[in-house]
Structure formats: C-alpha cells, structure tokens
C-alpha cells in the first residue's frame, strides 16, 4: 500500500482488526496519496485506533475522503479524535452505532464540513439539531436506528436547512406525531430531492401521509419506504399512494405484501395508475415505480 498507485478503495470491514490493525493500516498509507475510501466497519476499533486515524487524516499526503467506521466501540473519545481531525476535503463519514452520546460535540461542527454523514442521534441532540441550520455544505443526512425523541429534534434541524438533498431515515422508529411533523418539512423544503425510509418501525397508515408531500411538493424526485417485515404496507395504501403523485418524481419504491389470489389485479391497477402518470401534462421524465 505503501507504494501503491493505483488502489482507491479499501474495505476491511468486519474483520476485526481492531487498534492494533489500525496502526499498521495507517503506516503504509502515511505515503500514499491514491487511497480515496477506507471501510472499516465493525472492527472493533476503540478511541485508540481513532488516534491512528487521526494521525493519518491530518498528515500531508492523505488523500481519503470517505470513511466507515460504523459499529464500532468509538464512544465520545473516539468520535472527537475523528471528526475534529477531518477537513473539508472528506465528503462522506459513517458513525452509526460507535456509542455516541450527547457529549459528543465534534459532530456538530463535523456537519459543517462534510458533504455526508451517517450517524446514530442521541435522545438529547438539541445542539447537534442546531448546527444543521447553517451547515451549508451537508448534501446527505443519514440518521440510524434512533429514536421518537431524537428524529423529532433533527427533523426541527432539518427545517432550517437549505443544503440537503438526501434524506434517510434508516432503522429506528417514527411515531405519527414525528411523521406528520416529517411531512409537514418536506412540504416546504427546496431543496430535498430524496427521501429515504428504511427498515423503520412505522405504522402503514402513517406511510401513507407521507403521499401528502406528493400533492404539495415539486421538489422531490425520489421516494422509497421499506417498513420492518411485520409492517408492509398493504395493496390498498399503496394504490392509494399512486393516485397522489405529482409530475416531478421520477422514482417511488415501496415495500407491499401482496396476496397472491390478487397479484394479477393489483399489477394491472398499478401499471395502469404509472402509464396514466406518465401521460400528463408536466411530466418529463418517466415514473419508475419498484415494489
């Protein structure tokens, strides 16, 4: 690796290299000016390996822009030896399940450098919520596997940002006063052209608010929502769902049972409700619809 000229991308994830791992990792790349992403997730990499890490981003020849380091046991200690170190020039950063607390007060000022940014929000995320409204070069808002509470009070960050134009919600769970509140943003948002429910613990009839944005919003070209197995969304949501698009998305996925007397039926409606779509008027580009 040391003198290595043509590798860009390396991933190592979950196979537990852990600190020491780490150390020898950054001292063949000290040199090395080609290594764009690093993946190092589930490595069991603690704030020791993070000062390795840390050494190598502020080094002169480094040249990573992009690293994973999702679920490992970072803590608060970790995070800030990471984030404080990145510059502007790291565009994409995964902290998700490394025990972040509302301690950790690198991230706010991390969201003001990188473009994106996967992470786990404590309950308490008031400060890191702030720090979205003048985070102006944040392109993409990952937020894992949290809770009622903490997805409330980044969605309030949300709103008062005007760089972000992806947007996930991955795991975790959303509540009908946190959906409507979600829906209620996207409404008025200029700038969110994605939005991504992934895994989320969300009630089906709350899914079907989010059509509302449809029937509002001229911003928004992708739409995809996965429920958790027990919560697939049922043909009469998704018809339903069909029948608010607006002329501007260009891709709705969503997750659907189907049942298997009615496969047939619920196909033909629904190629029917996306061909009707596609013919009218505004309409540019082709809907694509996955389910």
Known sequence: LSNNKSIEHIDL???SIGDSGVERLVEHLKCNNT?????LCDNN??????DHLRKLFTSNHCSVNSIELSDNPLKDEGLDLILQSVSVTMEHVWIDD????????????????IKSIKFTPPDNCEHISNSLANATVLEELVLYDGSDVA??????????????????????????????YLVQVIKLSKT??????SDVDIAPSDCLLLSDVLSVNSVVKRISISCQPYQLLDQSLVL????????????LSLSVTLEAEYDNQFIREVEMLVAEHNQSDGVTTPLHVEL
């Open 240 to 251: 339903k769902f069909l029948k608010k698009l607006n002329c501007t998305l260009e891709v």
């Open 98 to 113: 490394t025990g972040m607390t509302s301690s950790c007060s690198s991230v706010s000022t991390a969201l003001h450098k």
């Open 151 to 180: 997805y409330h009070t980044m969605i309030s960050g949300i709103s008062r940002n005007s760089s972000i134009n992806r947007l996930w919600f991955s795991g975790g769970h959303l509540d009908h006063p946190t959906v409507s």
């Open 35 to 39: 290594i764009k992403h690093l993946g």
């Open 45 to 50: 990499i603690t704030s020791s390996g993070a």
């Open 192 to 197: 969110i052209t994605e939005l991504h429910l």
């Open 13 to 15: 994830g979950e196979n």
